[in-house]
Protein backbone atom coordinates (compact mmCIF):
# COMPACT_ATOMS: atom_id res chain seq x y z
CA UNK A 1 0.00 0.00 0.00
CA UNK A 2 1.07 3.38 -1.16
CA UNK A 3 2.37 5.61 1.90
CA UNK A 4 -0.41 8.39 1.74
CA UNK A 5 -2.47 5.34 1.83
CA UNK A 6 -2.56 4.74 5.42
CA UNK A 7 -5.05 2.81 7.20
CA UNK A 8 -6.29 4.51 9.81
CA UNK A 9 -8.71 1.30 11.00
CA UNK A 10 -7.37 1.25 14.30
CA UNK A 11 -7.49 5.27 15.08
CA UNK A 12 -10.61 7.52 16.63
CA UNK A 13 -10.90 11.20 15.30
CA UNK A 14 -13.10 14.05 16.33
CA UNK A 15 -15.75 14.72 14.06
CA UNK A 16 -18.69 17.08 14.08
CA UNK A 17 -21.39 16.15 16.65
CA UNK A 18 -24.36 14.26 14.79
CA UNK A 19 -26.99 16.23 14.63
CA UNK A 20 -30.90 15.00 15.43
CA UNK A 21 -31.95 16.04 12.14
CA UNK A 22 -32.17 14.61 8.88
CA UNK A 23 -29.72 17.56 6.98
CA UNK A 24 -27.37 18.48 9.42
CA UNK A 25 -27.01 21.96 8.69
CA UNK A 26 -23.31 23.50 7.48
CA UNK A 27 -22.50 20.15 6.63
CA UNK A 28 -21.42 19.02 2.86
CA UNK A 29 -23.51 15.97 1.21
CA UNK A 30 -22.08 13.33 -0.54
CA UNK A 31 -22.57 15.07 -3.78
CA UNK A 32 -20.66 18.16 -2.42
CA UNK A 33 -17.31 15.94 -1.29
CA UNK A 34 -17.27 14.60 -5.16
CA UNK A 35 -16.57 17.92 -6.56
CA UNK A 36 -13.23 18.56 -4.52
CA UNK A 37 -10.62 17.97 -7.70
CA UNK A 38 -8.74 15.69 -5.98
CA UNK A 39 -11.55 13.17 -6.20
CA UNK A 40 -13.02 14.79 -9.60
CA UNK A 41 -8.88 13.53 -11.02
CA UNK A 42 -10.41 10.20 -10.06
CA UNK A 43 -13.29 10.03 -12.93
CA UNK A 44 -16.37 9.51 -10.12
CA UNK A 45 -19.11 7.21 -10.92
CA UNK A 46 -22.20 6.87 -9.02
CA UNK A 47 -23.69 3.28 -9.51
CA UNK A 48 -25.95 3.47 -6.28
CA UNK A 49 -27.33 5.16 -3.53
CA UNK A 50 -28.38 9.03 -2.66
CA UNK A 51 -25.52 11.34 -2.64
CA UNK A 52 -27.66 13.71 -0.82
CA UNK A 53 -26.55 12.64 2.44
CA UNK A 54 -24.37 14.67 4.72
CA UNK A 55 -20.73 13.95 5.55
CA UNK A 56 -19.56 14.64 8.42
CA UNK A 57 -16.41 13.08 8.19
CA UNK A 58 -13.69 11.07 5.76
CA UNK A 59 -12.21 7.79 6.95
CA UNK A 60 -9.61 5.56 5.15
CA UNK A 61 -9.60 2.36 5.60
CA UNK A 62 -9.41 -1.55 3.73
CA UNK A 63 -10.82 -3.38 6.54
CA UNK A 64 -13.50 -5.46 5.98
CA UNK A 65 -13.95 -4.46 9.92
CA UNK A 66 -14.25 -0.99 9.38
CA UNK A 67 -18.27 -0.87 10.59
CA UNK A 68 -17.48 -1.20 14.23
CA UNK A 69 -15.36 2.05 13.90
CA UNK A 70 -17.76 4.13 12.48
CA UNK A 71 -20.31 6.68 14.17
CA UNK A 72 -22.11 7.56 11.27
CA UNK A 73 -21.89 10.27 8.36
CA UNK A 74 -18.39 9.61 7.34
CA UNK A 75 -17.15 8.79 3.88
CA UNK A 76 -15.59 5.81 3.36
CA UNK A 77 -12.65 6.32 1.13
CA UNK A 78 -11.32 2.41 0.05
CA UNK A 79 -9.41 0.41 -2.56
CA UNK A 80 -11.25 -2.60 -0.81
CA UNK A 81 -7.96 -4.48 0.06
CA UNK A 82 -9.00 -6.21 2.50
CA UNK A 83 -12.49 -6.95 1.23
CA UNK A 84 -14.40 -10.43 0.56
CA UNK A 85 -15.11 -11.06 -2.64
CA UNK A 86 -18.27 -13.96 -2.25
CA UNK A 87 -21.40 -12.05 -2.94
CA UNK A 88 -22.84 -13.01 0.50
CA UNK A 89 -20.09 -11.64 1.98
CA UNK A 90 -20.12 -8.14 0.21
CA UNK A 91 -23.93 -7.85 1.02
CA UNK A 92 -23.11 -8.56 4.62
CA UNK A 93 -20.77 -5.64 4.56
CA UNK A 94 -22.72 -3.34 3.15
CA UNK A 95 -25.64 -3.94 5.67
CA UNK A 96 -23.11 -3.15 8.30
CA UNK A 97 -21.80 -0.44 6.64
CA UNK A 98 -25.31 1.08 6.12
CA UNK A 99 -26.55 0.40 9.93
CA UNK A 100 -23.49 2.02 11.16
CA UNK A 101 -24.87 5.12 9.08
CA UNK A 102 -22.23 5.07 6.88
CA UNK A 103 -22.52 8.60 4.29
CA UNK A 104 -21.57 6.41 1.10
CA UNK A 105 -18.61 4.71 -0.39
CA UNK A 106 -15.82 5.69 -2.37
CA UNK A 107 -14.16 2.36 -3.95
CA UNK A 108 -10.88 2.99 -6.06
CA UNK A 109 -10.63 0.19 -8.76
CA UNK A 110 -7.78 -1.54 -9.67
CA UNK A 111 -6.12 -2.54 -6.55
CA UNK A 112 -8.66 -5.02 -5.31
CA UNK A 113 -11.53 -5.24 -7.91
CA UNK A 114 -10.81 -4.45 -11.45
CA UNK A 115 -14.28 -3.91 -11.61
CA UNK A 116 -16.85 -3.07 -9.40
CA UNK A 117 -18.41 -6.94 -8.22
CA UNK A 118 -22.33 -6.61 -9.00
CA UNK A 119 -23.06 -7.96 -5.89
CA UNK A 120 -21.62 -4.89 -4.15
CA UNK A 121 -24.12 -2.39 -6.46
CA UNK A 122 -27.19 -4.49 -5.51
CA UNK A 123 -26.54 -4.35 -2.47
CA UNK A 124 -25.85 -0.63 -1.69
CA UNK A 125 -28.84 -0.36 -4.22
CA UNK A 126 -30.87 -2.28 -2.05
CA UNK A 127 -29.90 -0.34 1.29
CA UNK A 128 -29.41 2.71 -0.73
CA UNK A 129 -26.32 3.53 0.07
CA UNK A 130 -24.37 6.25 -1.87
CA UNK A 131 -21.52 3.74 -3.73
CA UNK A 132 -19.06 5.67 -5.73
CA UNK A 133 -16.56 4.13 -8.11
CA UNK A 134 -12.53 5.92 -8.91
CA UNK A 135 -10.78 4.77 -12.68
CA UNK A 136 -8.05 6.47 -11.32
CA UNK A 137 -5.72 6.46 -8.96
CA UNK A 138 -6.13 9.71 -6.31
CA UNK A 139 -4.21 10.30 -2.87
CA UNK A 140 -6.46 9.68 -0.16
CA UNK A 141 -5.00 12.06 2.28
CA UNK A 142 -5.48 15.27 -0.27
CA UNK A 143 -8.94 14.40 -0.43
CA UNK A 144 -9.23 14.08 3.12
CA UNK A 145 -8.34 17.75 3.55
CA UNK A 146 -10.01 19.12 1.09
CA UNK A 147 -13.48 17.28 2.12
CA UNK A 148 -12.41 18.28 5.66
CA UNK A 149 -11.61 21.85 4.79
CA UNK A 150 -15.23 22.36 3.43
CA UNK A 151 -16.88 20.38 6.45
CA UNK A 152 -15.07 23.18 8.42
CA UNK A 153 -15.66 25.91 6.96
CA UNK A 154 -19.32 24.84 6.73
CA UNK A 155 -19.16 24.48 10.81
CA UNK A 156 -17.81 27.81 10.75
CA UNK A 157 -20.31 29.04 8.76
CA UNK A 158 -23.21 27.59 10.58
CA UNK A 159 -21.54 29.12 13.89
CA UNK A 160 -21.41 32.56 12.61
CA UNK A 161 -24.95 32.23 10.93
CA UNK A 162 -26.04 31.14 14.53
CA UNK A 163 -24.76 34.20 16.48
CA UNK A 164 -26.26 36.86 13.83
CA UNK A 165 -29.86 34.87 14.31
CA UNK A 166 -29.45 35.10 17.88
CA UNK A 167 -28.57 39.16 17.79
CA UNK A 168 -31.49 39.72 15.36
CA UNK A 169 -34.12 38.23 17.04
CA UNK A 170 -32.54 39.27 20.83
CA UNK A 171 -32.58 42.62 19.39
CA UNK A 172 -36.18 42.40 17.55
CA UNK A 173 -37.70 41.25 21.60
CA UNK A 174 -35.72 43.84 23.10
CA UNK A 175 -37.26 46.54 20.87
CA UNK A 176 -40.97 44.97 21.39
CA UNK A 177 -41.28 44.36 17.26
CA UNK A 178 -44.79 43.34 16.24
CA UNK A 179 -45.34 39.24 15.89
CA UNK A 180 -45.53 40.27 12.27
CA UNK A 181 -42.17 41.79 12.00
CA UNK A 182 -40.51 38.91 13.37
CA UNK A 183 -42.33 36.32 11.07
CA UNK A 184 -40.87 38.32 8.21
CA UNK A 185 -37.65 38.54 9.24
CA UNK A 186 -37.75 34.41 9.92
CA UNK A 187 -39.30 34.00 6.42
CA UNK A 188 -36.49 36.40 5.13
CA UNK A 189 -33.94 34.32 6.57
CA UNK A 190 -35.02 30.98 5.58
CA UNK A 191 -36.22 32.35 1.78
CA UNK A 192 -39.13 30.27 2.49
CA UNK A 193 -42.70 30.96 3.25
CA UNK A 194 -43.11 30.91 7.28
CA UNK A 195 -46.72 30.50 9.04
CA UNK A 196 -47.16 31.21 13.09
CA UNK A 197 -50.16 28.96 13.92
CA UNK A 198 -52.39 28.32 17.06
CA UNK A 199 -53.28 25.63 18.69
CA UNK A 200 -56.02 25.07 16.45
CA UNK A 201 -53.84 25.10 13.50
CA UNK A 202 -55.31 28.66 12.18
CA UNK A 203 -53.27 31.22 11.10
CA UNK A 204 -52.08 33.92 12.77
CA UNK A 205 -49.49 35.99 10.93
CA UNK A 206 -48.13 34.00 7.74
CA UNK A 207 -45.19 35.42 5.62
CA UNK A 208 -45.74 33.57 2.05
CA UNK A 209 -42.02 35.24 0.99
CA UNK A 210 -42.09 34.69 -2.56
CA UNK A 211 -45.26 32.56 -3.28
CA UNK A 212 -48.70 33.87 -3.46
CA UNK A 213 -50.71 33.47 -0.06
CA UNK A 214 -53.41 31.28 -1.72
CA UNK A 215 -50.78 28.52 -2.26
CA UNK A 216 -49.26 28.94 0.63
CA UNK A 217 -52.34 28.80 2.60
CA UNK A 218 -54.67 26.99 0.63
CA UNK A 219 -56.37 24.48 2.44
CA UNK A 220 -54.30 24.96 5.29
CA UNK A 221 -55.93 24.03 8.85
CA UNK A 222 -56.16 20.34 6.76
CA UNK A 223 -52.40 20.22 5.33
CA UNK A 224 -50.85 21.36 8.86
CA UNK A 225 -53.08 18.59 11.15
CA UNK A 226 -51.20 16.09 9.04
CA UNK A 227 -47.93 17.36 9.95
CA UNK A 228 -45.94 16.86 6.75
CA UNK A 229 -42.70 15.59 6.75
CA UNK A 230 -41.46 18.00 4.33
CA UNK A 231 -42.28 20.99 7.41
CA UNK A 232 -40.12 22.38 10.22
CA UNK A 233 -42.10 23.25 12.93
CA UNK A 234 -41.45 24.15 16.37
CA UNK A 235 -43.45 25.05 19.33
CA UNK A 236 -44.20 28.60 20.88
CA UNK A 237 -44.23 28.04 24.58
CA UNK A 238 -42.86 29.36 27.62
CA UNK A 239 -43.53 28.90 31.49
CA UNK A 240 -45.38 25.69 30.57
CA UNK A 241 -47.91 27.34 28.15
CA UNK A 242 -48.35 26.49 24.58
CA UNK A 243 -49.87 28.87 22.87
CA UNK A 244 -49.16 27.38 18.76
CA UNK A 245 -46.22 26.92 16.79
CA UNK A 246 -43.84 28.23 13.74
CA UNK A 247 -43.70 26.82 10.65
CA UNK A 248 -41.11 27.05 7.62
CA UNK A 249 -42.30 25.27 4.47
CA UNK A 250 -39.29 23.80 2.41
CA UNK A 251 -36.76 26.19 1.21
CA UNK A 252 -33.59 26.42 0.03
CA UNK A 253 -30.47 24.71 2.65
CA UNK A 254 -29.47 27.56 5.31
CA UNK A 255 -26.27 27.28 6.83
CA UNK A 256 -27.84 26.93 10.58
CA UNK A 257 -30.52 24.80 9.60
CA UNK A 258 -34.33 25.80 8.98
CA UNK A 259 -34.71 24.52 12.93
CA UNK A 260 -32.02 26.76 14.56
CA UNK A 261 -33.77 29.88 12.86
CA UNK A 262 -37.67 29.22 13.97
CA UNK A 263 -36.47 28.13 17.55
CA UNK A 264 -34.56 31.96 17.43
CA UNK A 265 -37.63 33.23 16.20
CA UNK A 266 -40.66 31.51 18.89
CA UNK A 267 -37.98 32.67 21.51
CA UNK A 268 -38.73 36.04 20.48
CA UNK A 269 -42.26 35.58 19.77
CA UNK A 270 -43.05 33.64 23.06
CA UNK A 271 -41.66 36.31 25.09
CA UNK A 272 -43.84 39.18 22.62
CA UNK A 273 -46.87 36.90 23.86
CA UNK A 274 -46.13 37.11 27.22
CA UNK A 275 -45.78 40.81 27.21
CA UNK A 276 -49.06 40.97 25.02
CA UNK A 277 -51.19 39.26 27.37
CA UNK A 278 -54.34 36.80 26.71
CA UNK A 279 -56.05 37.37 23.35
CA UNK A 280 -53.04 39.11 21.06
CA UNK A 281 -52.86 36.90 18.70
CA UNK A 282 -56.87 36.87 18.28
CA UNK A 283 -56.39 40.86 18.50
CA UNK A 284 -53.55 40.78 16.03
CA UNK A 285 -55.39 38.04 13.33
CA UNK A 286 -58.67 40.48 13.10
CA UNK A 287 -56.73 43.67 12.64
CA UNK A 288 -54.92 42.12 10.50
CA UNK A 289 -57.32 40.45 8.24
CA UNK A 290 -59.38 43.41 8.33
CA UNK A 291 -56.67 46.13 7.71
CA UNK A 292 -55.56 43.56 4.56
CA UNK A 293 -59.36 44.08 3.28
CA UNK A 294 -59.62 47.86 3.79
CA UNK A 295 -56.48 48.54 2.21
CA UNK A 296 -56.74 46.02 -0.39
CA UNK A 297 -53.48 44.62 0.76
CA UNK A 298 -53.64 41.09 -1.74
CA UNK A 299 -53.04 40.62 -4.83
CA UNK A 300 -55.77 38.16 -6.07
CA UNK A 301 -59.07 37.75 -4.29
CA UNK A 302 -58.24 34.01 -4.26
CA UNK A 303 -55.21 35.41 -2.06
CA UNK A 304 -57.12 37.06 0.28
CA UNK A 305 -60.36 34.28 0.67
CA UNK A 306 -56.58 31.61 1.44
CA UNK A 307 -56.07 33.94 4.57
CA UNK A 308 -59.27 34.14 5.52
CA UNK A 309 -59.88 30.62 5.39
CA UNK A 310 -56.50 29.77 6.88
CA UNK A 311 -57.29 32.12 9.79
CA UNK A 312 -60.42 30.58 10.93
CA UNK A 313 -63.07 32.56 9.37
CA UNK A 314 -64.72 30.78 6.53
CA UNK A 315 -66.08 32.14 3.09
CA UNK A 316 -66.76 29.34 0.73
CA UNK A 317 -70.87 28.52 0.86
CA UNK A 318 -70.94 30.79 4.11
CA UNK A 319 -73.45 34.17 4.27
CA UNK A 320 -70.77 36.79 4.88
CA UNK A 321 -72.23 40.26 6.61
CA UNK A 322 -70.36 43.61 6.99
CA UNK A 323 -71.53 45.55 9.74
CA UNK A 324 -69.81 49.17 10.89
CA UNK A 325 -70.55 51.03 13.84
CA UNK A 326 -69.56 54.81 14.62
CA UNK A 327 -68.44 55.23 18.14
CA UNK A 328 -70.11 58.77 19.51
CA UNK A 329 -72.20 59.01 16.40
CA UNK A 330 -71.58 62.26 14.41
CA UNK A 331 -69.04 63.80 17.17
CA UNK A 332 -66.94 60.84 16.54
CA UNK A 333 -67.11 61.20 12.59
CA UNK A 334 -65.74 64.40 12.99
CA UNK A 335 -63.25 64.37 15.17
CA UNK A 336 -61.72 61.71 12.37
CA UNK A 337 -58.17 62.61 11.33
CA UNK A 338 -57.33 59.09 9.12
CA UNK A 339 -60.01 56.56 8.96
CA UNK A 340 -57.12 54.37 7.64
CA UNK A 341 -55.32 54.82 11.47
CA UNK A 342 -56.07 51.63 13.47
CA UNK A 343 -55.97 52.03 16.89
CA UNK A 344 -53.03 49.72 18.67
CA UNK A 345 -53.25 50.85 22.24
CA UNK A 346 -53.97 48.93 24.88
CA UNK A 347 -57.04 49.97 26.42
CA UNK A 348 -58.86 50.05 22.76
CA UNK A 349 -56.98 46.35 21.95
CA UNK A 350 -58.96 44.95 25.16
CA UNK A 351 -61.93 46.61 24.40
CA UNK A 352 -61.59 45.10 21.08
CA UNK A 353 -61.41 41.65 22.03
CA UNK A 354 -64.58 42.22 23.97
CA UNK A 355 -66.48 43.52 21.64
CA UNK A 356 -65.73 40.50 19.35
CA UNK A 357 -66.57 37.87 22.25
CA UNK A 358 -69.85 39.51 22.39
CA UNK A 359 -70.70 39.51 19.08
CA UNK A 360 -70.18 36.15 19.07
CA UNK A 361 -71.95 35.58 21.79
CA UNK A 362 -74.94 37.26 20.33
CA UNK A 363 -75.07 35.89 16.95
CA UNK A 364 -74.24 32.15 18.61
CA UNK A 365 -77.20 32.27 20.75
CA UNK A 366 -79.85 33.91 18.15
CA UNK A 367 -78.97 31.31 15.50
CA UNK A 368 -79.22 28.84 18.84
CA UNK A 369 -82.35 29.84 19.14
CA UNK A 370 -83.50 28.87 15.24
CA UNK A 371 -81.21 25.86 14.94
CA UNK A 372 -79.20 25.04 17.61
CA UNK A 373 -76.52 22.80 15.46
CA UNK A 374 -75.49 25.92 14.42
CA UNK A 375 -74.55 27.86 17.59
CA UNK A 376 -70.52 26.63 17.22
CA UNK A 377 -70.89 27.74 13.36
CA UNK A 378 -70.62 31.22 13.49
CA UNK A 379 -67.53 33.10 13.41
CA UNK A 380 -66.57 36.93 13.67
CA UNK A 381 -63.76 39.04 13.10
CA UNK A 382 -63.51 43.04 14.53
CA UNK A 383 -61.20 45.51 14.76
CA UNK A 384 -61.37 49.38 15.66
CA UNK A 385 -60.37 51.62 12.76
CA UNK A 386 -60.50 55.08 13.74
CA UNK A 387 -63.83 55.68 15.40
CA UNK A 388 -65.67 53.07 13.52
CA UNK A 389 -65.86 49.31 14.56
CA UNK A 390 -65.48 46.65 11.41
CA UNK A 391 -67.27 43.69 12.30
CA UNK A 392 -67.44 40.97 9.95
CA UNK A 393 -69.79 38.08 10.26
CA UNK A 394 -69.66 34.34 9.19
CA UNK A 395 -72.85 32.46 9.00
CA UNK A 396 -74.27 29.17 7.34
CA UNK A 397 -75.39 29.32 3.75
CA UNK A 398 -79.09 31.15 4.36
CA UNK A 399 -78.25 32.50 8.16
CA UNK A 400 -79.63 35.97 9.17
CA UNK A 401 -78.14 38.22 10.52
CA UNK A 402 -79.77 38.37 13.88
CA UNK A 403 -81.52 41.44 15.41
CA UNK A 404 -79.68 41.40 18.50
CA UNK A 405 -76.45 42.10 16.60
CA UNK A 406 -77.82 45.35 15.00
CA UNK A 407 -79.66 46.60 18.41
CA UNK A 408 -76.17 46.26 20.28
CA UNK A 409 -74.74 49.19 17.48
CA UNK A 410 -75.12 52.56 18.87
CA UNK A 411 -75.04 54.21 15.62
CA UNK A 412 -73.75 52.87 12.23
CA UNK A 413 -74.55 50.42 9.40
CA UNK A 414 -75.45 46.84 8.45
CA UNK A 415 -74.79 45.47 4.28
CA UNK A 416 -76.51 42.85 3.07
CA UNK A 417 -75.40 39.29 3.10
CA UNK A 418 -73.03 38.42 0.55
CA UNK A 419 -72.56 34.93 -0.65
CA UNK A 420 -68.94 34.87 -1.93
CA UNK A 421 -65.39 36.97 -0.85
CA UNK A 422 -65.47 38.89 -3.67
CA UNK A 423 -69.29 40.35 -3.02
CA UNK A 424 -68.35 40.83 1.04
CA UNK A 425 -65.31 43.00 -0.33
CA UNK A 426 -67.46 45.03 -2.64
CA UNK A 427 -70.12 45.53 0.38
CA UNK A 428 -67.67 46.69 3.13
CA UNK A 429 -66.72 50.20 1.77
CA UNK A 430 -70.52 50.74 0.65
CA UNK A 431 -71.01 49.57 4.65
CA UNK A 432 -68.50 51.77 5.84
CA UNK A 433 -69.72 54.99 3.60
CA UNK A 434 -73.29 54.22 4.74
CA UNK A 435 -72.28 53.80 8.53
CA UNK A 436 -70.55 57.80 8.19
CA UNK A 437 -74.19 59.40 7.15
CA UNK A 438 -76.05 57.52 10.17
CA UNK A 439 -77.41 59.78 12.32
CA UNK A 440 -76.52 58.86 16.20
CA UNK A 441 -78.60 56.31 17.41
CA UNK A 442 -79.72 55.01 13.99
CA UNK A 443 -78.68 51.90 12.02
CA UNK A 444 -78.93 52.00 7.97
CA UNK A 445 -79.48 48.62 6.22
CA UNK A 446 -77.40 49.39 2.68
CA UNK A 447 -80.66 47.28 1.50
CA UNK A 448 -82.85 50.17 2.30
CA UNK A 449 -80.35 52.81 0.65
CA UNK A 450 -80.05 52.26 -2.70
CA UNK A 451 -79.02 55.75 -3.51
CA UNK A 452 -76.19 55.43 -1.19
CA UNK A 453 -75.38 52.40 -2.27
CA UNK A 454 -74.87 53.77 -5.60
CA UNK A 455 -72.73 56.22 -4.56
CA UNK A 456 -70.91 53.94 -2.59
CA UNK A 457 -70.08 51.45 -5.60
CA UNK A 458 -69.78 54.64 -7.77
CA UNK A 459 -67.38 56.50 -5.34
CA UNK A 460 -63.91 56.00 -7.17
CA UNK A 461 -65.79 57.13 -10.88
CA UNK A 462 -63.92 60.63 -11.51
CA UNK A 463 -67.25 61.87 -12.88
CA UNK A 464 -69.34 61.05 -9.80
CA UNK A 465 -66.72 63.62 -7.72
CA UNK A 466 -67.02 66.07 -10.75
CA UNK A 467 -70.92 65.98 -10.51
CA UNK A 468 -70.61 66.88 -6.57
CA UNK A 469 -68.23 69.65 -6.97
CA UNK A 470 -69.65 71.26 -9.50
CA UNK A 471 -72.83 71.25 -7.53
CA UNK A 472 -71.82 72.12 -3.81
CA UNK A 473 -69.37 74.49 -4.71
CA UNK A 474 -71.37 77.24 -3.98
CA UNK A 475 -72.73 76.06 -1.16
CA UNK A 476 -68.82 74.69 0.07
CA UNK A 477 -67.34 78.27 -0.91
CA UNK A 478 -69.68 79.73 1.14
CA UNK A 479 -69.63 77.89 4.21
CA UNK A 480 -65.82 78.30 4.24
CA UNK A 481 -65.70 82.11 4.17
CA UNK A 482 -68.79 82.41 6.83
CA UNK A 483 -68.29 79.29 8.97
CA UNK A 484 -71.66 78.38 7.67
CA UNK A 485 -74.21 75.57 7.88
CA UNK A 486 -75.84 75.29 4.44
CA UNK A 487 -74.35 72.02 3.82
CA UNK A 488 -75.62 70.52 6.99
CA UNK A 489 -78.88 72.07 6.21
CA UNK A 490 -79.20 70.49 2.66
CA UNK A 491 -78.65 67.15 4.08
CA UNK A 492 -81.67 67.83 6.60
CA UNK A 493 -83.51 68.76 2.75
CA UNK A 494 -83.06 66.06 1.22
CA UNK A 495 -82.92 63.32 3.87
CA UNK A 496 -86.64 64.46 4.80
CA UNK A 497 -88.12 65.51 1.49
CA UNK A 498 -90.85 67.03 1.19
CA UNK A 499 -91.40 67.15 5.76
CA UNK A 500 -89.53 70.46 6.20
CA UNK A 501 -90.46 70.61 9.97
CA UNK A 502 -88.58 67.09 10.66
CA UNK A 503 -85.86 68.75 8.20
CA UNK A 504 -85.60 71.93 10.53
CA UNK A 505 -85.59 69.82 13.70
CA UNK A 506 -83.25 67.98 12.02
CA UNK A 507 -80.78 71.06 11.49
CA UNK A 508 -81.18 72.50 15.12
CA UNK A 509 -83.08 75.27 13.79
CA UNK A 510 -86.01 77.60 14.18
CA UNK A 511 -88.40 77.03 11.24
CA UNK A 512 -88.13 80.94 10.21
CA UNK A 513 -84.56 80.49 10.28
CA UNK A 514 -84.34 77.35 8.30
CA UNK A 515 -86.94 78.81 5.66
CA UNK A 516 -83.87 81.68 5.30
CA UNK A 517 -81.17 78.88 4.98
CA UNK A 518 -83.58 77.28 2.24
CA UNK A 519 -83.76 80.42 0.07
CA UNK A 520 -80.06 81.45 0.95
CA UNK A 521 -79.23 77.50 -0.77
CA UNK A 522 -81.88 78.08 -3.66
CA UNK A 523 -80.30 81.43 -4.93
CA UNK A 524 -76.80 80.72 -4.83
CA UNK A 525 -77.16 77.06 -6.64
CA UNK A 526 -80.31 79.05 -8.95
CA UNK A 527 -82.20 75.27 -8.54
CA UNK A 528 -85.77 74.63 -7.50
CA UNK A 529 -85.67 72.90 -4.34
CA UNK A 530 -88.91 71.56 -4.61
CA UNK A 531 -88.08 69.71 -7.66
CA UNK A 532 -87.72 66.22 -7.30
CA UNK A 533 -84.87 65.73 -9.80
CA UNK A 534 -83.10 68.33 -8.65
CA UNK A 535 -83.38 66.82 -4.86
CA UNK A 536 -82.12 63.77 -6.51
CA UNK A 537 -78.69 65.28 -7.85
CA UNK A 538 -78.07 67.26 -4.81
CA UNK A 539 -78.57 64.11 -3.05
CA UNK A 540 -76.37 62.26 -4.92
CA UNK A 541 -73.93 64.77 -4.83
CA UNK A 542 -73.88 64.81 -0.85
CA UNK A 543 -73.43 61.43 -0.60
CA UNK A 544 -70.62 61.50 -3.30
CA UNK A 545 -69.08 64.74 -0.74
CA UNK A 546 -69.53 63.14 2.34
CA UNK A 547 -69.47 63.98 5.66
Request: with cysteine.
Amino acid sequence: MPADRLNFAADRTDRPDRLPSDRDPGLPTVADALDVASLQAGIPEVLAGSVDVPVRWVHVSDSDRVAALLDGGELLLTTGAGWPGAADALARLVDELADAGLAGIVLELGTRFAVVPPPLVAACRARDLALVTLDREVKFVAVTEEVHRRIIAGQVEALQERQRLHELFTGLSLRGAPVEVVVRETARALRAPVVLEDLAHEVVVADPFDLAEAEVLDGWTGRSRRLPQEWTRVPVAARGTRWGELIALPGPPHPAGPATVLEQAATALALSRLADGEGAWARLRAEGLIGALLGERYVTVADIEARLESSGFPVRGRALYAVVSIAGGATARSGRDDPHRSRRSAHDSAENLRASSQAVQIVAESQAQADPATRADVRTLTADVGSERILLVSLPAGARLPDPVIAELESGAVGDPAATTAELLAAIPVVRRLARQAAPGSVLRVADRPLARLAAELSGDHRLQEHSARLLAPLIRHDDATDGDLLRVLRAVVAHPGNRTAAANASHLSRSVFYQRLGLIADLLGADLEDGETLSALHLALLAHGR
